[in-house]
């Protein structure tokens, strides 16, 4: 069996972006190795959720560890940053954020777990982060560096399938959702998130393991709340929207489509 190294930026990232893949992989004898490399110590949270005292990083913490064991993970690791906050906040320029992190140092970081774990794969975010958060755009930008020190054999970028996100916002309605494409007349002019479907090498079907995402989901509770509307959806929409993770294999032949992280490696 094969051991998968996943790159994160904070805990609750592994959940939404590649959960299904991660629960898939452990089910199937994988080794599954999570690493963050932030505690996510300035996302939002509502007020009074925290205990008096409790900061914020130290739920997350909790709360990703309880994610990985739903996942099934065998290893959780912090790569030691902080996190850099949205872009152009102040909290990018604090020396110990992610985002002021230098490549090659922060990549020695996680190289080393991955030589550790003789990482067959490891898995980081498109050039863009996804969404363009500073923290998820240096998950690529060191991971890629990581990969090269450790001669990780393959490297997945976790992404968005934007296509298929634009086809779901259009039918919507036939689920019972309400969402901000209601006052969007162009989704495709407006949804940015992700690559569009040709970029995408391999598509992993989650739908076996979506259970185990959702319950991961709703591990992050600081993060993701019951009424959010990625948990408050139907569960034909949640199936819709989440029975796939898509990804983008570094370094794939043109053309390349595979559903499988683990295709060509030795068994």
């Given at each position: 069996m094969a051991t998968a190294v996943f790159f994160h930026a904070h805990p609750?990232?592994?959940?939404?972006?590649t959960g299904g893949t991660m629960a898939k992989a452990a089910a199937a004898g994988h080794r599954v190795v999570l690493v963050t490399a932030?505690?996510?110590?300035?996302?939002?949270?509502?007020?009074?959720?925290?205990?008096?005292?409790?900061?914020?990083?130290?739920?997350?913490?909790?709360?990703?560890?309880?994610?990985?064991?739903?996942?099934?993970?065998?290893r959780n690791?912090?790569?030691?940053?902080?996190?850099?906050?949205?872009?152009?906040?102040?909290?990018?320029?604090?020396?110990?954020?992610?985002?002021?992190?230098?490549?090659?140092?922060?990549?020695?970081?996680?190289?080393?777990?991955?030589?550790?774990?003789?990482?067959?794969?490891l898995t980081i975010y498109d050039p863009n982060g996804n969404y363009g958060h500073p923290d998820h755009i240096q998950v690529h930008r060191v991971g890629r560096r990581a990969a090269e020190l450790a001669n990780t054999p393959k490297v997945y970028e976790a992404t968005i399938n934007r296509d298929h996100m634009i086809e779901l916002l259009k039918r919507a309605h036939e689920y019972g959702l309400e969402t901000p494409a209601d006052d969007v007349p162009n989704p495709e002019e407006a949804f940015e998130l992700g690559m569009p479907a040709e970029a995408i090498t391999t598509t992993?079907?989650?739908?076996d393991h979506l259970d185990s995402k959702r319950n991961a989901m709703a591990a992050h509770a600081s993060q993701i709340s019951e009424t959010s509307f990625f948990l408050a959806m139907?569960?034909?929409?949640?199936?819709?929207?989440?029975?796939?993770?898509?990804y983008i294999l570094h370094g794939a032949a043109p053309g390349t489509k595979e559903d499988d992280l683990f295709a060509g490696l030795p068994a």
């Open positions: 609750d990232d592994e959940a939404i972006a932030t505690k996510g110590e300035h996302g939002e949270v509502a007020e009074g959720f925290l205990e008096p005292g409790e900061a914020l990083w130290e739920r997350r913490v909790r709360e990703v560890k309880a994610a990985a064991d739903i996942l099934g993970v065998h690791e912090f790569l030691g940053y902080v996190d850099s906050g949205m872009m152009d906040t102040p909290e990018n320029n604090a020396a110990e954020s992610f985002w002021q992190a230098d490549i090659d140092e922060a990549g020695e970081r996680l190289a080393k777990i991955l030589r550790e774990e003789h990482a067959d794969v992993v079907d989650v739908r139907p569960r034909d929409a949640f199936d819709a929207a989440w029975g796939q993770e898509w």
